[in-house]
């Protein structure tokens, strides 16, 4: 995909840089990779902030638990 120099600088993309790409019913997102991980980590955050146990470790320890494991 090929991007005006001013999106690419306004991005922070050298040549060849890493896009992720999200299709909303507004339109597409573009995102470098470090954009798209701390996108990831506010949402995460928004669900499991008050919650200690929604931890990835804890999620499986009640797996197995729950398993007999």
Same mark, same amino acid.
């Given at each position: 995909?090929?991007?005006?120099?001013?999106?690419? &600088?306004?991005?922070?993309?050298?040549?060849?840089?890493?896009?992720? %790409?999200?299709?909303?019913?507004?339109?597409?997102?573009?995102?470098? %990779? +470090?954009?798209?991980?701390?996108?990831?980590?506010?949402?995460?955050?928004?669900?499991? +902030?008050? &919650?200690?146990? /929604? *931890?990835?470790? +804890?999620?499986? /320890? *009640?797996?197995?638990?729950? *398993?007999?494991?």
């Amino acid at each position: 995909m090929s991007l005006p120099a001013d999106v690419r &600088k306004r991005l922070g993309l050298t040549s060849g840089g890493a896009l992720l %790409v999200e299709e909303t019913p507004d339109g597409l997102i573009p995102r470098t %990779v +470090a954009q798209a991980i701390a996108h990831a980590q506010a949402l995460a955050h928004k669900y499991t +902030a008050d &919650k200690p146990a /929604a *931890s990835v470790d +804890a999620f499986l /320890a *009640s797996r197995r638990s729950e *398993s007999g494991e």
